[in-house]
Structures are given as C-alpha cells and as structure tokens.
C-alpha cells in the first residue's frame, strides 16, 4: 500500500532545532512535489514548506524563509524538512504529502495534495 510516514517531531525550547523526515514507500517520487502542511489547534491546515523530487527546488512560507531548508535521499525515498530558530508559533502537528505535476515550482495549497501521513508533533512553548 501507499504510504507517507512522518516523524521526528518533539517538544523543543525556543531557538532550538528539529529535523523532520517523511518516508514514502509502495509509489514513486519522480514527477512528484512533497510538502510539509502545519495544522494548529483552531488553525486551518498551512503549508509550510515543499521540495520538487526531480530538481531538488524547494519553496517555503514566508515565515520559515531563512530558517528552514528541504532535502530528498533518493536510496531511502525520504524527505527532510530541517527547521532552526524555533518559535511558539511553529507549534502544530506535521503532515506530508504529494501532488503529480512535471513543473519546477511547487505550491504550498493544501488543496493540491493527497496521500497524507499521521502527522507528527512539534512543541515549542512559549
């Protein structure tokens, strides 16, 4: 079966850091986007972050601009979402997911993915 798996969420104190991962396994990840997407308590579900598989091109919120950066490893067909300088309001839960496009620019619409993992917490107290 198709599936994302996230993980390496925690509870992390204010300027710390946290390296996500999400593991694909049952479907390619050529011709594929991969994005990160955070759900807050009260909060509609926001992308954050997202990698085109091919290229490596990655785009980010303008809120993790300058402190947060994607990677793929091909082999083990996992991204990484590496985030530094955390703050209170990167607290929510973490999902991953794809969308099939052969364009170089990937989005940041919830709307436009599908396949989503079980998410995983990240805590950043106040």
């Known amino acids: 079966q198709s599936q994302l798996v996230e993980s390496g969420g925690g509870l992390v104190q204010p300027g710390g850091s946290l390296r996500l991962s999400c593991a694909a396994s049952?479907?390619?990840?050529?011709?594929?986007?991969i994005a990160w997407f955070r759900q807050a308590p009260g909060k509609e579900r926001e992308g954050v972050a997202c990698?085109?598989?091919?290229?490596?091109?990655?785009n980010f919120v303008d809120s993790l601009k300058g402190r947060a950066s994607m990677s793929r490893d091909n082999a083990k067909k996992t991204v990484f979402l590496q985030m530094n300088s955390l703050k209170p309001e990167d607290t929510g839960v973490y999902y991953c997911?794809?969308?099939?496009?052969?364009?170089?620019?990937?989005?940041?619409?919830?709307?436009?993915?599908?396949?989503w993992g079980q998410g995983t917490q990240v805590t950043v107290p106040s």
């Open positions: 997911a794809v969308f099939v496009d052969l364009d170089d620019l990937c989005v940041l619409s919830p709307s436009r993915y599908y396949g």
């Open positions: 049952g479907f390619p990840l050529e011709a594929r986007h």
């Open positions: 990698i085109v598989w091919n290229s490596g091109s990655t």
